[in-house]
T-cell receptor
Framework: SAVISQKPSRDICQRGTSLTIQCQVD?????MFWYRQQPGQSLTLIAT?????????ESGFVIDKFPISRPNLTFSTLTVSNMSPEDSSIYLC????????????FGAGTRLSVL | AQSVTQPDIHITVSEGASLELRCNYS??????LFWYVQSPGQGLQLLLK??????LVQGIKGFEAEFKRSQSSFNLRKPSVHWSDAAEYFC??????????FGTGTRLTVIP
């Protein structure tokens, strides 16, 4: 299986600030995704991170709030902007790897608390 | 539209007992189905998957799942639960756009 590393693993932030989460994979991926898991809830897809172009956002998520970059095939960032307590969640990145086909592997997640 | 239902929010079983976690899906095409497990403070780990073929699939850690098209179900089973199986279990369906849709999860508690 592939290795997906996220950092930070957790953070506590103040309202109104922004946090950038990094996702690094150990081999090239065809697709990368960002998910949000709110407390006690399931995972919801935020967006598909596209290499070299704008991310594709799901309904309810916008680029101004969750800007995403993917400068190459092994790295992506998600920024949570102008945070409020409602943004307190676990944020996970995932990827499809060519060798596995149709299987998404997940990072360990970033636990964000906003005060 | 696709959806995944896990009707059991929380299940408690004794160590050594058998386990079945229920999952029902709604999807217009042939589904790709998955079970993931999330241990406390951890990310998601893939337990098993169903793409096609044999409807009984084997996964890691002694888990298996059976795809029943007529019931739109993909229930997860384990004949003998270990204390280390205590975790959150998520069923998911993948659409043609490679998006994963997750159920709300079932939290498993294992008692000695």
């Amino acid at each position: 299986s592939a290795v997906i590393s996220q950092k930070p693993s957790r953070d506590i932030c103040q309202r109104g600030t922004s946090l950038t989460i990094q996702c690094q994979v150990d081999s090239q991926v065809t697709m990368m995704f960002w998910y949000r898991q709110q407390p006690g809830q399931s995972l919801t897809l935020i967006a598909t991170a596209n290499q070299g172009s704008e991310a594709t956002y799901e309904s309810g998520f916008v680029i101004d709030k969750f800007p995403i970059s993917r400068p190459n095939l092994t790295f992506s960032t998600l920024t949570v902007s102008n945070m409020s307590p409602e943004d307190s969640s676990i944020y996970l990145c995932s990827g499809f790897f060519d060798s596995s086909k149709n299987i998404q592997y997940f990072g360990a997640g970033t636990r964000l608390s906003v005060l | 539209a696709q959806s995944v239902t896990q009707p059991d929010i929380h299940i408690t079983v004794s160590e050594g007992a058998s386990l079945e976690l229920r999952c029902n899906y709604s999807y217009g095409a042939t589904p790709y189905l998955f079970w993931y497990v999330q241990s406390p403070g951890q990310g998601l780990q893939l337990l098993l998957k169903y793409f096609s073929g044999d409807t009984l699939v084997q996964g890691i850690k002694g888990f298996e799942a059976e795809f029943k098209r007529s019931q739109s179900s993909f229930n997860l089973r384990k004949p003998s639960v270990h204390w280390s199986d205590a975790a959150e279990y998520f069923c998911a369906v993948q659409t043609g756009a490679n998006n994963l849709f997750f159920g709300t999860g079932t939290r498993l508690t294992v008692i000695p």
